[in-house]
């Protein structure tokens, strides 16, 4: 659902601008969180303040330790591309195996 354009314009390019609206403006079916944890029978009922809703079991887990493992790459790691021995980035090759799951290859 994420990468259907009816939805999202141009879902390959990385723009999170497109989820920050104003809070009025904010259509619950179209953020990701609503759909990417499941819908339908994968998600079940939990009463949060009296309202119930439905999420995956499994987000109460998943979210905090993806946040918790991006947080700590962001701090520990200095993620920019490589230089060669002139101080020119180096700018690997990228290419996609089509297939059933993506599978990016650095190496040609």
């Known amino acids: 659902m994420t990468r259907d354009t009816r939805f999202y314009p141009d879902p390959?390019?990385?723009r999170?601008?497109?989820f920050i609206?104003?809070?009025e403006q904010k259509d619950?079916?179209?953020m990701p969180s609503s759909f990417v944890f499941g819908f339908g029978r994968r998600s079940a009922v939990y009463?949060?303040?009296s309202f119930p809703h439905r999420v995956c079991p499994g987000q109460a887990l998943a979210d905090p330790s993806l946040w918790l493992a991006m947080a700590n790459i962001v701090a520990l790691f200095d993620i920019k591309k490589a230089v060669d021995k002139a101080g020119h980035e180096i700018s690997p090759p990228?290419?996609?195996q089509p297939g059933f799951t993506r599978l990016v290859h650095t190496h040609t």
């Open 12 to 14: 390959e390019d990385f």
């Open 16 to 18: 999170p601008e497109r």
């Open 21 to 23: 609206v104003p809070d």
């Open 28 to 30: 619950e079916l179209l």
């Open 47 to 49: 009463a949060v303040s």
């Open 94 to 96: 990228i290419v996609f």
